[in-house]
């Protein structure tokens, strides 16, 4: 508990002793009065202060008014009829209460998401002839160079120049294995370096980095309401002035009824009781607060799961969510190209893959790389000569004097060189040495270990179709769809055609299901714009990606997708809850009220039981079960 928190409690039980004291206590007449006076105050004086300001600010109808005039009313008739104080006294003690239970709910899912605020650097180090300055990361300028310590806060994005070490990423993946990092790694603001010391050339301003990005993405969240948010607001503002209205025809009414056209007495004092009793049943606690609340709770969930949701509106869509459109590349592959296979070889593998990797060492593509890293091995420059590029082709070198050819089957048949064909799916590299066919070498991209698990947990959770969209070649495409169970797939697209594919989707789908597009290139930007909920990857994406997604997984795992709904729909579904159980309750209690069978004590159930019962369910929200 904080001390504010600490401070009502202790409020709360002095008013409740004082309270159950006087009960048992032999006075009465004024005395009785004014000894009750005190544990009301005690317990009341903060929502009457609150009360009054309302009145002058003009904002008279909120719950602190319904309060006030309710137990001040309750005291009058205490007074005029020398009876009880106590039910005046336990309004107010029970409100209390309650806003203590919704203050800790609050408390606890804010904590939950101020957890990522940790991640804020205090300063970076930046080097200086040779010296370390401490400065705000806001001052340091792209290429300057930091070191970070072990313990520290990476404070912005950059390349490792020099040292290696572990980074603790839990805070923005919500993964708790530690990620390794050496020379020549990107490495991204936010994580805490473990081990080693790390000297890193950043590659962005503080605003641009990863962490600031991120915390400005959750202080936002708040600001963007939900339908069901919207709803609570403008019901509020309606009903407060309603059942205020009411509750005076209550009071005045019948009385004025019963001893002009009746010729009874008016009662007075059991009429303004039961539109007392009618004010505190009626105050809408329950909803304003917990409505609010689930959806806080909600989003401060995902994020501890490395689900970052931009704010409640995108909560509630991707609750509705039908059918998931993928990107392929850094999606749900890894982006990264790496030799799978090598056939019909006149020589050992590794020899083949030497020859592949000293012929393409001037060569900057991943197909390049890709056979550079296969190789595993510091490239000899030196025993590469005659370097011929040949556009759309290959490339022709001489490898250790022999002629050696490394391209598609268009440069095999320029070279008068029969190519097998191949019967795996993937971009294959024919390679021939002093004119004869030395075999291929198969390269594609490697799908992510959590593809599969990913869509098959999405159709578990009730998502009807899964698409994929994609620039690469058919048979690829299909190929990684197959594997994965994907129902629809359209290859070969422009990132013109992704839009207009998502525009029939969009079009297709029924009316209440939404459509989610996940990706993580700058070709996506325009497709998560266009889908009802954008999903990024957060971790790889760029950043026009994330800046476009209404929803951010900062591990890049696919499998977050469906835990990420699920969330969504447990907290819609506690939202729904909250608001059947509220006016459920409430509509009961205020008939009870006005015919005059509910008293005081059921009026504070209806208001605060129901109230501490919403705020608890809403807390409901925060827990996720892991898949």
């Not at 309650?98 to 101020?114: C, P, T």
Request: net charge neutral; hydrophobic share 45%.
């Amino acid at each position: 508990m904080n001390k504010r928190q600490k401070k009502m409690l202790l409020r709360i039980l002095t008013a409740a002793v004082l309270m159950i004291a006087l009960y048992f206590a032999p006075v009465s007449g004024g005395l009785r009065f004014v000894l009750y006076l005190v544990p009301y105050l005690v317990i009341g004086y903060d929502i009457l202060i609150k009360a009054g300001k309302g009145i002058r600010n003009r904002q008279v109808f909120d719950e602190n008014f319904l309060m006030a005039v309710a137990t001040i009313g309750a005291m009058a008739i205490a007074v005029y009829e020398d009876g009880d104080y106590t039910e005046a006294i336990a309004v107010m003690l029970f409100y209390q209460v309650g806003e203590l239970f919704q203050s800790y709910a609050v408390g606890k899912s804010r904590r939950n998401i101020s957890e990522l605020m940790d991640i804020r650097p205090d300063y970076a180090n930046v080097e200086q002839a040779g010296e370390l300055t401490q400065v705000d990361p806001d001052e340091v300028a792209v290429g300057s160079t930091i070191i970070v310590q072990p313990g520290e806060k990476v404070p912005i994005d950059g390349v490792v120049i020099e040292g290696s070490s572990s980074l603790n990423t839990s805070a923005l993946t919500g993964e708790s294995l530690p990620r390794e990092v050496k020379e020549g790694d990107e490495i991204v603001s936010g994580c805490i370096n473990m081990t080693g010391v790390l000297k890193i050339r950043t590659i962005k301003e503080f605003g641009e980095s990863t962490v600031s990005k991120i915390l400005d993405l959750v202080e936002n969240a708040s600001s963007r309401k939900s339908r069901s948010e919207d709803f609570i607001a403008k019901f509020a503002r309606i009903y407060t002035p309603a059942v205020c209205c009411s509750a005076l025809a209550l009071a005045v009414l019948p009385p004025v009824v019963r001893m002009a056209g009746l010729g009874l007495s008016p009662e007075w004092g059991a009429w303004i009781y039961r539109a007392l009793t009618f004010l505190v049943i009626s105050c809408p606690c329950a909803l304003v607060i917990s409505i609010p609340l689930s959806f806080f709770a909600g989003i401060g969930g995902a994020s501890r799961e490395g689900i970052l949701v931009k704010g409640s509106n995108y909560l509630e869509t991707l609750s509705k969510t039908g059918c998931v459109v993928f990107d392929k590349t850094g999606t749900l592959t890894q982006g990264v190209f790496e030799v799978s296979g090598i056939h019909h070889n006149t020589m050992e593998e590794a020899k083949l893959v030497e020859y592949a990797a000293l012929a393409e060492s001037a060569s900057s593509h991943p197909i390049s790389r890709s056979l550079q890293r296969a190789y595993g091995r510091a490239i000899d420059r030196s025993r590469v000569s005659e370097v011929q590029e040949l556009g759309g082709s290959g490339i022709l070198a001489k490898v250790d004097g022999h002629s050696v050819a490394v391209g598609n089957d268009k440069l095999m048949r320029r070279l008068h060189i029969e190519p097998v064909s191949c019967h795996k799916v993937g971009t294959i590299i024919h390679m021939a040495i002093d004119g004869a066919y030395a075999g291929h070498i198969v390269i594609s991209d490697v799908v992510k270990p959590e593809a599969e698990q990913a869509i098959a947990a999405l159709k578990a959770a009730g998502v009807e179709k899964t698409v994929m969209l994609t620039g690469d070649i058919h048979t690829v495409a299909e190929q990684v769809a197959a594997s994965l169970g994907i129902d629809l797939v359209y290859s070969e697209l422009l990132p013109g055609d992704k839009v207009s594919r998502v525009e029939e989707l969009l079009a297709q789908k029924p009316q209440r299901a939404k459509l989610a597009f996940v990706g993580d290139g700058i070709n996506d930007a325009p497709v998560l714009s266009r889908a009802d909920i954008g999903i990024a990857m957060g971790a790889m994406g760029s950043d026009a990606a994330i800046e476009a997604a209404d929803v951010v997984l900062m591990d890049d795992n696919p499998l977050k997708i469906a835990k990420a709904i699920r969330i969504s729909r447990k907290c819609l579904r506690i939202v729904y809850e909250n608001i059947a159980f509220a006016i459920g309750v409430k509509a009961a209690c205020l008939l009870l009220g006005a015919l005059g069978i509910a008293n005081m004590w059921l009026a504070i159930f209806a208001d605060v039981g129901v109230m501490v019962i919403a705020v608890l369910n809403a807390i409901r929200a925060l827990f996720v079960k892991h898949l």
